[in-house]
């Protein structure tokens, strides 16, 4: 979820380690999905585990298929019944070096892209265009992939942990005495550097370049007032960024024409130089994984009506995917019965809000009626319209539209301490179930899930 966008909670490699070619491809609908989701996600912390250990040897992809399915093939079947086991490997997956934040340095969010594509097509879903996973689009970012380096009072300062180069940073190599501007804020004019005291580092993404250099730095990194400085800062501003939405569909047995979908944003905020990034656990790699293990579920069970996912790339931009696939629909957009749209669900406690609710009563009775029969979280709270998320353009669009978010819980957010090891996913099994029965009430059926 964008910073700018954020709802208020009150608890709140070694080159070529992954290659397309090296996933197990299995055919739509095959029983062994899940177990390709598995090897899958083995396959890449093998890989990347290895490289850092032998740096110099050569693994043969046979030879590491034999030693994973060795290593798997005993948890294969438990795991397929296990809703959170699926979630949490799912979310350990995304959140390694080798997908770097799934954003603008290292190829981040294309691998993320290609990933979660293969995924839909192991499940079973087709695309949603007949003919690819991937919707692709641009747009212009500021990125930092090389130097990042910031030393104050003569203390080199840790990226992402002592400090973070607000989005618009332009890169500067300089050394020099700080100015007081006030209290928290110290600037030397002649090179534009300005250092700002926070007391939470949160960081964001800027399509433009600043003719500054804004230097963020957490007030328990220094003993005393700013007074000196010398850093090297390298950023790039890629005019034209190459992203994709990644959307699938399972067609309904019964009313193919009528869609239910189900969203979540894949990207998140990458890395800040060549050796710090977001690992965005919570933010969305949570969301994402409730919607694989949908997919996956749906994927073996078609519906009466169409069930259609999509993985937005360009939310943290400011819901830039989102608003591009309303533009540019891959199916009509009054097709569409409901979206339900999840972002930050890696917590839950407290249970959930969910946006829209007053906009949409009659569907908002029916998830707290599966919620209370199910006994299923703890609370349901309503909120009113809001452009947080990728729920907001199809709502102006006329699409109906529930965003729902986790509350209690961890409170990290868009900065490094936002890991999959740190995050709880208590609710996740809960939010799978609520999500089928609310999807079941729209179309007028029942299970026994």
């Not at 966008?5 to 197990?24: D, G, M, Q, R, W």
């Not at 946006?355 to 599966?370: G, H, Q, R, T, Y």
């Not at 809960?430 to 089928?436: E, P, Y």
Request: net charge positive; aromatic share 12%.
């Amino acid at each position: 979820m964008g910073a700018g966008n954020k709802p208020h909670i009150e608890a709140e490699e070694s080159n070529a380690v992954l290659k397309n070619e090296t996933y197990i491809k299995v055919k739509p609908g095959y029983k062994l999905s899940g177990f390709c989701f598995l090897f899958n996600s083995a396959f890449i912390t093998f890989q990347f585990f290895t490289s850092l250990v032998f740096p110099t040897f050569t693994f043969h992809k046979k030879s590491m298929r034999r030693i994973l399915v060795v290593l798997l093939i005993t948890n294969a079947s438990t795991a397929l019944a296990q809703d959170f086991s699926f979630g949490r490997r799912m979310v350990d997956t995304l959140t390694t070096p080798y997908f770097w934040g799934r954003g603008y340095t290292n190829d981040g969010m294309k691998k993320a892209a290609d990933f979660l594509a293969d995924q839909f097509k192991s499940y079973g879903l087709e695309p949603m265009n007949g003919k690819s996973y991937l919707q692709p689009f641009s747009y212009p970012v500021n990125t930092f992939p090389g130097k990042m380096e910031v030393t104050i009072n003569d203390k080199d300062l840790v990226p992402g942990k002592d400090f973070i180069v607000s989005p618009e940073t332009k890169g500067v190599k300089a050394s020099g005495d700080l100015d007081k501007l006030d209290s928290i804020q110290f600037i030397n004019r002649k090179e534009m550097v300005v250092i700002k005291m926070q007391d939470k580092l949160t960081w964001d993404i800027s399509p433009e370049v600043a003719t500054y250099s804004l230097i963020l730095v957490d007030k328990k990194a220094l003993n005393k007032a700013p007074q000196s400085f010398k850093v090297n800062i390298d950023n790039k501003l890629v005019k034209n960024f190459k992203a994709a939405n990644i959307c699938g569909l399972v067609k309904g047995t019964v009313k193919p024409d009528s869609v239910i979908f189900i969203t979540a944003h894949y990207d998140h905020l990458g890395g800040m130089g060549a050796d710090t990034y977001f690992p965005g656990a919570n933010d969305n790699a949570s969301g994402v994984s409730l919607l694989l293990n949908l997919a996956h579920y749906y994927g073996q069970h078609p519906q009466k009506y169409s069930i259609a996912f999509i993985c937005f790339a360009g939310e943290e931009a400011g819901l830039i995917g989102s608003k591009y696939f309303t533009e540019n629909p891959l199916l009509p957009l009054k097709n569409i019965r409901f979206l339900t749209n999840t972002d930050l669900a890696g917590t839950g406690e407290e249970g959930i809000t969910v946006v829209n609710a007053s906009e949409f009563p009659k569907e908002f009775a029916m998830m707290n009626a599966v919620n209370d029969e199910k006994k299923l979280l703890v609370k349901i709270n309503p909120r009113g319209k809001a452009a947080n998320s990728d729920h907001y353009f199809f709502t102006e669009k006329g699409v109906p539209s529930f965003f729902f978010y986790t509350l209690g819980g961890i409170k990290a957010y868009h900065d490094v301490f936002d890991k999959a090891a740190t995050l709880p996913l208590n609710e996740h099994e809960h939010l799978f179930k609520l999500i089928v029965g609310f999807n079941e009430k729209l179309m007028g059926s029942t299970t026994s899930l």
